[in-house]
């Protein structure tokens, strides 16, 4: 157990519908980042929070948003959502002090499972 | 194409044996780390190299890294059942935030 934490585990839903996945960082982590896997794109990050603000953005469509809580907990919104959106996706936290976050060791949650239908 | 790309695409190998994976990479990095998903699983990080060492080793784990040639390899010593898993490598590449950059993997199968 990483003690990352995603909710739901499994979302099923229809094209054109809006979603929000939900991840907990651990305790003292302040970096939040957002991984979508596929099998014919593999892994692909997408983008990273620290202590609510961006930090960094992959390859991360228009149609999804992001957003880290003064809590720390962070929600991605994926929108008009398309067949090829059904993949699972990733969230992992790590510690990044003083705005430092690179060396850090990521930690992944279970993820969710989403299918487009 | 990918910015880091693992060797092989897929191994299977006896227990026991040794397991060794490649990753070649394109751009300068700060680090590189090298993760294990078992199926449909999260990803469990295995150990990372800064891009200032050339040899780390963590248990049965042992990692190189040539900048030069923008390269790391992993080596599982004495493999076992339970190594069976996917093997990923991802380059840490942002400038001031973590951009990782995760390979497609090596599929490894360790059988009995």
């Known amino acids: 157990d990483s003690g990352v934490t995603q909710t739901p585990k499994h979302l099923i839903t229809a094209t054109g519908q809006r979603v929000t996945l939900r991840c907990s960082p651990r305790s003292g982590d302040l970096s939040v980042y957002w991984y979508q896997q596929s099998l014919d794109q593999g892994l692909q990050f997408l983008i990273q929070?620290?202590?609510?603000?961006?930090?960094a953005k992959g390859n991360i469509l228009e149609r999804f948003s992001a957003q880290q809580f003064p809590d720390l907990h962070s929600e991605l919104n994926l929108s008009s959502l398309e067949l090829g959106d059904s993949a699972l996706y990733f969230c992992a936290s790590s510690v990044g002090t003083s705005g430092r976050t690179r060396n850090n060791e990521q930690f992944f949650g279970p993820g969710t499972r989403l299918t487009v239908l | 194409s990918q910015q880091g790309e693992e060797d092989p695409q897929a191994l299977s190998i006896q227990e026991g044996e040794n397991a060794t994976m490649n990753c070649s990479y394109k751009t300068s990095i700060n680090n590189l780390q090298w993760y294990r998903q078992n199926s449909g699983r999260g990803l469990v990080h295995l150990i990372l190299?800064?891009?200032?060492?050339r040899e780390k080793h963590s248990g049965r784990l042992r990692v190189t890294l040539d900048t030069s040639k923008k390269s790391s390899s992993l080596l599982i010593t004495a493999s076992r059942a339970a190594d069976t898993a996917s093997y990923f490598c991802?380059?840490?590449?942002?400038?001031?935030?973590?951009?990782?950059?995760f390979g497609p993997g090596t599929r490894l199968s360790v059988l009995p």
């Open positions: 190299i800064r891009s200032n060492e």
């Open positions: 991802a380059t840490d590449v942002g400038n001031y935030g973590q951009n990782f950059v």
């Open positions: 929070y620290y202590n609510g603000e961006e930090r």
